[in-house]
Protein backbone atom coordinates (compact mmCIF):
# COMPACT_ATOMS: atom_id res chain seq x y z
CA UNK A 1 0.00 0.00 0.00
CA UNK A 2 0.98 3.63 -0.22
CA UNK A 3 2.36 5.80 2.26
CA UNK A 4 2.35 9.30 0.96
CA UNK A 5 2.17 8.13 -2.83
CA UNK A 6 4.61 5.90 -2.51
CA UNK A 7 4.22 2.03 -2.65
CA UNK A 8 5.23 0.14 0.54
CA UNK A 9 5.32 -3.14 2.31
CA UNK A 10 5.67 -3.85 5.71
CA UNK A 11 8.76 -5.16 5.36
CA UNK A 12 10.96 -6.28 2.05
CA UNK A 13 14.48 -7.91 1.32
CA UNK A 14 17.83 -6.18 0.44
CA UNK A 15 20.08 -7.59 -1.69
CA UNK A 16 22.12 -4.55 -1.82
CA UNK A 17 22.36 -4.31 1.70
CA UNK A 18 21.87 -8.32 2.24
CA UNK A 19 19.19 -7.79 5.48
CA UNK A 20 15.52 -7.20 5.92
CA UNK A 21 14.28 -4.11 6.65
CA UNK A 22 11.09 -3.08 8.08
CA UNK A 23 8.92 -0.17 9.30
CA UNK A 24 9.39 -0.51 13.29
CA UNK A 25 5.75 0.10 14.40
CA UNK A 26 6.79 1.30 17.31
CA UNK A 27 6.74 5.12 16.37
CA UNK A 28 3.67 5.06 14.00
CA UNK A 29 1.42 6.53 13.34
CA UNK A 30 4.07 9.45 14.60
CA UNK A 31 6.81 9.02 12.49
CA UNK A 32 7.81 6.10 9.66
CA UNK A 33 11.07 5.13 10.85
CA UNK A 34 12.67 2.13 8.87
CA UNK A 35 14.74 -0.59 10.48
CA UNK A 36 17.74 -2.90 9.35
CA UNK A 37 17.33 -6.35 10.82
CA UNK A 38 20.77 -8.48 10.51
CA UNK A 39 21.18 -11.01 13.69
CA UNK A 40 18.76 -13.53 14.81
CA UNK A 41 18.87 -11.32 18.38
CA UNK A 42 17.50 -8.84 15.70
CA UNK A 43 14.59 -10.79 14.63
CA UNK A 44 13.57 -11.84 17.84
CA UNK A 45 13.95 -8.48 19.34
CA UNK A 46 11.78 -6.91 16.43
CA UNK A 47 8.76 -9.44 17.31
CA UNK A 48 8.86 -9.18 20.89
CA UNK A 49 9.03 -5.72 20.81
CA UNK A 50 6.19 -5.41 18.49
CA UNK A 51 8.59 -3.84 16.16
CA UNK A 52 6.33 -5.89 13.91
CA UNK A 53 3.30 -7.44 14.75
CA UNK A 54 0.02 -9.09 13.67
CA UNK A 55 0.09 -12.05 12.86
CA UNK A 56 0.73 -12.77 8.93
CA UNK A 57 3.93 -10.65 9.57
CA UNK A 58 5.47 -12.03 12.88
CA UNK A 59 4.87 -15.61 10.66
CA UNK A 60 6.94 -13.62 7.52
CA UNK A 61 9.95 -12.15 9.86
CA UNK A 62 10.29 -15.14 11.86
CA UNK A 63 10.78 -16.98 8.11
CA UNK A 64 13.86 -14.44 7.75
CA UNK A 65 14.96 -14.85 10.97
CA UNK A 66 15.58 -18.85 10.09
CA UNK A 67 17.28 -18.04 6.69
CA UNK A 68 19.72 -15.42 8.88
CA UNK A 69 20.41 -18.03 11.16
CA UNK A 70 21.25 -20.36 8.20
CA UNK A 71 23.68 -17.77 6.55
CA UNK A 72 25.81 -17.46 9.30
CA UNK A 73 25.51 -21.29 10.57
CA UNK A 74 23.67 -23.99 8.43
CA UNK A 75 23.97 -26.68 11.12
CA UNK A 76 21.06 -28.67 12.61
CA UNK A 77 21.71 -27.78 15.94
CA UNK A 78 21.51 -23.92 14.43
CA UNK A 79 18.72 -25.18 12.81
CA UNK A 80 17.49 -26.12 16.16
CA UNK A 81 18.51 -23.44 18.00
CA UNK A 82 17.05 -20.68 15.55
CA UNK A 83 13.43 -22.52 15.33
CA UNK A 84 13.10 -22.42 19.28
CA UNK A 85 14.40 -18.66 19.89
CA UNK A 86 11.98 -17.19 17.45
CA UNK A 87 9.57 -19.63 18.30
CA UNK A 88 9.41 -18.41 22.13
CA UNK A 89 9.02 -14.21 20.72
CA UNK A 90 5.24 -14.27 20.90
CA UNK A 91 2.87 -17.24 22.26
CA UNK A 92 -0.72 -16.62 20.58
CA UNK A 93 -0.24 -16.18 17.00
CA UNK A 94 0.07 -19.31 15.07
CA UNK A 95 1.28 -17.92 11.87
CA UNK A 96 4.65 -17.71 13.62
CA UNK A 97 4.54 -21.83 14.43
CA UNK A 98 3.48 -22.06 10.63
CA UNK A 99 6.24 -20.14 9.43
CA UNK A 100 8.78 -21.94 11.24
CA UNK A 101 7.59 -25.61 10.70
CA UNK A 102 7.21 -25.14 7.32
CA UNK A 103 10.65 -23.96 7.01
CA UNK A 104 12.28 -26.33 9.16
CA UNK A 105 10.81 -29.55 7.21
CA UNK A 106 11.76 -27.95 4.10
CA UNK A 107 15.40 -27.18 5.60
CA UNK A 108 16.09 -30.10 8.04
CA UNK A 109 16.38 -32.65 4.89
CA UNK A 110 18.58 -30.80 2.77
CA UNK A 111 22.58 -30.70 2.94
CA UNK A 112 23.55 -27.88 5.15
CA UNK A 113 25.29 -26.42 2.24
CA UNK A 114 22.24 -25.40 0.47
CA UNK A 115 20.37 -24.30 3.53
CA UNK A 116 20.87 -20.69 3.55
CA UNK A 117 19.85 -20.07 0.12
CA UNK A 118 16.87 -22.50 0.36
CA UNK A 119 15.71 -20.49 3.39
CA UNK A 120 16.13 -17.10 1.70
CA UNK A 121 13.92 -18.38 -1.55
CA UNK A 122 11.45 -19.68 1.12
CA UNK A 123 11.38 -16.94 3.38
CA UNK A 124 10.45 -14.73 -0.04
CA UNK A 125 8.01 -17.04 -1.03
CA UNK A 126 6.29 -16.87 2.17
CA UNK A 127 6.42 -13.25 2.62
CA UNK A 128 4.80 -13.31 -1.61
CA UNK A 129 2.07 -15.60 -0.78
CA UNK A 130 0.50 -13.49 2.27
CA UNK A 131 0.61 -10.77 -0.38
CA UNK A 132 -1.59 -12.62 -2.67
CA UNK A 133 -4.00 -14.63 0.49
CA UNK A 134 -4.69 -11.02 1.18
CA UNK A 135 -5.44 -9.67 -2.04
CA UNK A 136 -7.76 -13.03 -2.28
CA UNK A 137 -9.67 -12.39 1.10
CA UNK A 138 -9.97 -8.84 -0.44
CA UNK A 139 -11.86 -10.05 -3.32
CA UNK A 140 -13.97 -12.22 -1.52
CA UNK A 141 -14.81 -9.59 1.11
CA UNK A 142 -15.79 -6.98 -1.55
CA UNK A 143 -18.16 -9.40 -2.88
CA UNK A 144 -19.98 -9.14 0.94
CA UNK A 145 -19.53 -5.54 1.13
CA UNK A 146 -20.90 -4.73 -1.95
CA UNK A 147 -24.33 -6.70 -1.33
CA UNK A 148 -24.24 -4.95 2.13
CA UNK A 149 -23.77 -1.54 0.94
CA UNK A 150 -26.78 -2.14 -1.49
CA UNK A 151 -29.17 -2.50 1.15
CA UNK A 152 -27.89 0.20 3.38
CA UNK A 153 -28.53 3.18 1.10
CA UNK A 154 -26.32 5.29 2.72
CA UNK A 155 -22.35 4.70 3.50
CA UNK A 156 -21.85 1.64 4.42
CA UNK A 157 -20.11 1.33 8.20
CA UNK A 158 -17.55 -1.17 8.87
CA UNK A 159 -16.28 -1.55 12.67
CA UNK A 160 -13.10 -2.83 13.01
CA UNK A 161 -11.04 -3.43 15.82
CA UNK A 162 -6.89 -3.47 16.23
CA UNK A 163 -5.36 -3.56 13.36
CA UNK A 164 -5.33 -6.13 10.96
CA UNK A 165 -3.92 -3.99 8.17
CA UNK A 166 -1.68 -3.64 5.62
CA UNK A 167 1.36 -3.40 8.21
CA UNK A 168 -0.03 -6.44 10.67
CA UNK A 169 0.67 -8.31 6.97
CA UNK A 170 2.99 -7.87 4.16
CA UNK A 171 0.43 -6.01 2.16
CA UNK A 172 -3.09 -5.25 2.04
CA UNK A 173 -3.89 -6.41 5.81
CA UNK A 174 -6.80 -9.14 6.00
CA UNK A 175 -9.60 -7.09 7.77
CA UNK A 176 -8.26 -4.61 5.93
CA UNK A 177 -8.24 -5.69 2.14
CA UNK A 178 -12.01 -5.60 1.52
CA UNK A 179 -11.97 -2.15 2.93
CA UNK A 180 -9.79 -0.74 0.69
CA UNK A 181 -10.74 -3.07 -2.53
CA UNK A 182 -14.23 -1.59 -1.60
CA UNK A 183 -13.31 1.92 -1.46
CA UNK A 184 -10.95 1.82 -4.48
CA UNK A 185 -13.87 -0.20 -6.14
CA UNK A 186 -16.11 3.24 -5.49
CA UNK A 187 -18.14 2.11 -2.54
CA UNK A 188 -19.60 4.75 -0.39
CA UNK A 189 -17.88 3.51 3.18
CA UNK A 190 -16.97 4.57 6.48
CA UNK A 191 -15.15 2.53 8.97
CA UNK A 192 -15.46 2.73 12.87
CA UNK A 193 -11.73 2.21 13.85
CA UNK A 194 -11.81 0.94 17.60
CA UNK A 195 -8.47 2.63 20.09
CA UNK A 196 -7.48 -0.82 21.26
CA UNK A 197 -5.60 -0.35 24.18
CA UNK A 198 -3.72 -0.95 25.64
CA UNK A 199 -0.81 -0.64 22.73
CA UNK A 200 -3.26 1.25 20.83
CA UNK A 201 -3.45 -0.65 17.25
CA UNK A 202 -6.41 0.87 16.55
CA UNK A 203 -3.94 4.60 15.75
CA UNK A 204 -1.85 2.41 13.05
CA UNK A 205 -5.29 1.63 11.52
CA UNK A 206 -6.26 4.98 11.36
CA UNK A 207 -3.28 6.21 10.07
CA UNK A 208 -3.06 3.09 7.50
CA UNK A 209 -7.06 4.34 6.51
CA UNK A 210 -5.54 8.11 6.33
CA UNK A 211 -3.09 7.51 3.84
CA UNK A 212 -5.60 5.36 1.56
CA UNK A 213 -8.50 8.19 1.80
CA UNK A 214 -10.58 5.58 3.61
CA UNK A 215 -13.02 8.12 5.88
CA UNK A 216 -12.69 6.80 8.86
CA UNK A 217 -13.81 7.94 12.50
CA UNK A 218 -11.20 6.46 15.64
CA UNK A 219 -13.43 5.78 19.22
CA UNK A 220 -12.48 4.61 21.87
CA UNK A 221 -12.59 0.50 22.74
CA UNK A 222 -16.30 0.61 24.96
CA UNK A 223 -18.13 2.59 22.19
CA UNK A 224 -19.00 -0.03 19.87
CA UNK A 225 -21.90 -1.70 21.47
CA UNK A 226 -23.38 1.83 22.04
CA UNK A 227 -22.94 2.94 18.47
CA UNK A 228 -23.95 -0.83 17.36
CA UNK A 229 -27.70 0.21 19.27
CA UNK A 230 -28.62 3.10 17.34
CA UNK A 231 -28.02 1.01 14.02
CA UNK A 232 -24.67 2.67 13.17
CA UNK A 233 -22.85 -0.76 12.27
CA UNK A 234 -23.94 -2.24 9.29
CA UNK A 235 -20.71 -5.21 9.43
CA UNK A 236 -18.34 -5.97 12.11
CA UNK A 237 -14.66 -7.58 10.54
CA UNK A 238 -11.71 -8.36 12.32
CA UNK A 239 -8.28 -9.82 12.17
CA UNK A 240 -7.25 -13.22 13.79
CA UNK A 241 -4.16 -14.41 15.51
CA UNK A 242 -5.63 -18.03 15.95
CA UNK A 243 -8.84 -20.38 14.55
CA UNK A 244 -9.02 -23.34 15.95
CA UNK A 245 -10.69 -26.12 13.13
CA UNK A 246 -14.23 -25.75 14.79
CA UNK A 247 -14.14 -21.91 14.06
CA UNK A 248 -13.11 -20.76 17.96
CA UNK A 249 -11.27 -16.86 16.88
CA UNK A 250 -8.95 -15.68 19.20
CA UNK A 251 -7.78 -11.94 18.70
CA UNK A 252 -7.13 -8.98 20.42
CA UNK A 253 -8.05 -8.29 23.60
CA UNK A 254 -11.55 -6.63 23.44
CA UNK A 255 -12.78 -8.64 20.19
CA UNK A 256 -14.81 -10.98 22.19
CA UNK A 257 -16.74 -8.06 23.41
CA UNK A 258 -17.59 -6.66 20.21
CA UNK A 259 -19.28 -9.93 19.22
CA UNK A 260 -21.61 -10.34 22.07
CA UNK A 261 -22.61 -6.61 21.33
CA UNK A 262 -22.97 -7.79 17.78
CA UNK A 263 -25.17 -10.59 18.53
CA UNK A 264 -27.33 -8.64 20.34
CA UNK A 265 -27.83 -6.23 17.90
CA UNK A 266 -28.20 -8.42 14.99
CA UNK A 267 -24.58 -6.81 13.24
CA UNK A 268 -23.07 -9.39 11.51
CA UNK A 269 -19.42 -9.99 12.77
CA UNK A 270 -17.26 -11.67 9.92
CA UNK A 271 -13.25 -12.27 10.68
CA UNK A 272 -10.60 -12.14 7.88
CA UNK A 273 -8.61 -15.15 8.13
CA UNK A 274 -5.60 -16.43 5.76
CA UNK A 275 -5.50 -19.94 5.74
CA UNK A 276 -2.12 -19.75 7.61
CA UNK A 277 -4.08 -18.61 11.08
CA UNK A 278 -5.60 -21.87 11.08
CA UNK A 279 -4.98 -23.91 13.96
CA UNK A 280 -5.82 -27.68 12.79
CA UNK A 281 -4.54 -29.39 15.82
CA UNK A 282 -6.40 -27.62 18.86
CA UNK A 283 -10.52 -27.33 18.71
CA UNK A 284 -11.41 -25.32 22.25
CA UNK A 285 -10.16 -22.06 21.71
CA UNK A 286 -10.88 -21.15 25.45
CA UNK A 287 -8.96 -24.00 26.70
CA UNK A 288 -6.51 -24.58 24.50
CA UNK A 289 -4.82 -21.48 22.99
CA UNK A 290 -1.86 -19.61 25.29
CA UNK A 291 -3.03 -15.93 25.80
CA UNK A 292 0.38 -13.72 25.71
CA UNK A 293 0.26 -11.83 29.14
CA UNK A 294 2.37 -8.85 28.42
CA UNK A 295 4.28 -5.98 30.72
CA UNK A 296 1.63 -4.53 32.90
CA UNK A 297 3.24 -1.23 32.45
CA UNK A 298 1.58 -0.67 29.17
CA UNK A 299 -1.73 -0.87 30.71
CA UNK A 300 -0.19 1.96 33.85
CA UNK A 301 0.94 4.01 31.25
CA UNK A 302 -0.10 5.75 27.83
CA UNK A 303 2.53 6.71 25.23
CA UNK A 304 1.76 9.62 22.85
CA UNK A 305 3.53 12.47 20.55
CA UNK A 306 4.27 15.70 22.64
CA UNK A 307 6.16 18.98 21.99
CA UNK A 308 9.30 16.92 23.10
CA UNK A 309 8.78 13.13 20.98
CA UNK A 310 6.88 10.51 22.30
CA UNK A 311 5.94 10.43 25.78
CA UNK A 312 4.68 7.94 28.41
CA UNK A 313 2.77 9.34 31.04
CA UNK A 314 1.12 6.91 34.53
CA UNK A 315 -2.30 6.95 33.84
CA UNK A 316 -2.69 4.58 37.70
CA UNK A 317 -2.04 5.19 41.15
CA UNK A 318 1.73 4.11 41.74
CA UNK A 319 1.54 0.89 42.96
CA UNK A 320 -1.83 -0.19 41.43
CA UNK A 321 -2.14 -3.89 40.06
CA UNK A 322 -2.08 -4.74 36.71
CA UNK A 323 -3.07 -7.09 34.27
CA UNK A 324 -2.01 -6.70 30.55
CA UNK A 325 -4.23 -9.75 28.62
CA UNK A 326 -3.36 -9.33 25.28
CA UNK A 327 -5.98 -11.67 23.51
CA UNK A 328 -9.29 -13.15 23.76
CA UNK A 329 -11.16 -15.96 22.24
CA UNK A 330 -14.55 -15.61 20.73
CA UNK A 331 -16.52 -19.12 19.83
CA UNK A 332 -17.71 -20.08 16.96
CA UNK A 333 -20.91 -19.56 17.68
CA UNK A 334 -20.81 -15.74 17.85
CA UNK A 335 -18.96 -15.38 14.23
CA UNK A 336 -21.23 -14.70 11.57
CA UNK A 337 -18.18 -16.39 9.15
CA UNK A 338 -14.82 -16.56 7.67
CA UNK A 339 -13.62 -14.60 4.78
CA UNK A 340 -10.93 -16.74 3.51
CA UNK A 341 -8.91 -16.19 0.25
CA UNK A 342 -10.71 -19.12 -1.05
CA UNK A 343 -14.33 -17.53 -0.25
CA UNK A 344 -16.87 -17.10 2.40
CA UNK A 345 -17.75 -19.93 5.16
CA UNK A 346 -19.59 -20.36 7.89
CA UNK A 347 -17.54 -20.50 11.58
CA UNK A 348 -17.64 -24.71 12.26
CA UNK A 349 -15.21 -27.45 11.26
CA UNK A 350 -17.46 -28.29 7.76
CA UNK A 351 -17.28 -24.82 6.69
CA UNK A 352 -13.48 -24.48 7.28
CA UNK A 353 -13.30 -28.24 6.38
CA UNK A 354 -15.31 -27.59 2.91
CA UNK A 355 -13.05 -24.98 1.54
CA UNK A 356 -9.76 -26.25 3.07
CA UNK A 357 -9.88 -30.27 2.42
CA UNK A 358 -6.07 -30.20 1.64
CA UNK A 359 -5.19 -29.05 5.07
CA UNK A 360 -7.51 -30.58 7.10
CA UNK A 361 -4.45 -33.67 7.35
CA UNK A 362 -3.16 -31.50 9.96
CA UNK A 363 -5.40 -32.31 12.58
CA UNK A 364 -3.35 -33.71 15.87
C1 LIG B 1 -3.87 -9.38 10.19
S1 LIG B 1 -3.50 -9.26 11.81
C2 LIG B 1 -4.71 -10.06 12.84
C3 LIG B 1 -4.28 -9.95 14.23
O1 LIG B 1 -2.93 -10.29 14.31
C4 LIG B 1 -4.49 -8.55 14.80
O2 LIG B 1 -5.87 -8.28 14.82
C5 LIG B 1 -3.92 -8.54 16.17
O3 LIG B 1 -4.53 -8.99 17.11
C6 LIG B 1 -2.54 -8.03 16.30
O4 LIG B 1 -2.03 -8.14 17.60
P1 LIG B 1 -0.59 -7.56 17.93
O5 LIG B 1 -0.48 -7.77 19.41
O6 LIG B 1 -0.60 -6.10 17.55
O7 LIG B 1 0.42 -8.37 17.16
Known amino acids: MKIEGQPYRSLWWSDEKGCLEIIDQRWLPHELRIQEVRSLDDYADAIVQMRVRGAPLIGATAAYGLAIAMANDPSDASLAAAYDRLHATRPTAINLRWALDRARTALAPLDPERRAEAALALAREIAGEDVDINHAIGTHGLSLLRRLAVEAERPLNILTHCNAGWIATVDWGTATSPIYQAHDAGIDLHVWVDETRPRNQG ?127 TPARLVTGFITERGLCPATEDGLAGLFPDLIARRA
Open 203 to 329: ALTAWELGSHGVPHTYITDNAGGHLMQRGLVDIIITGTDRVTRRGDVCNKIGTYLKALAAKDNGVPFWVALPSPTIDWTVSDGLREIPIEQRDPREVSHIQGAGPGGIAEIRVTPKGTPTRNDAFDV
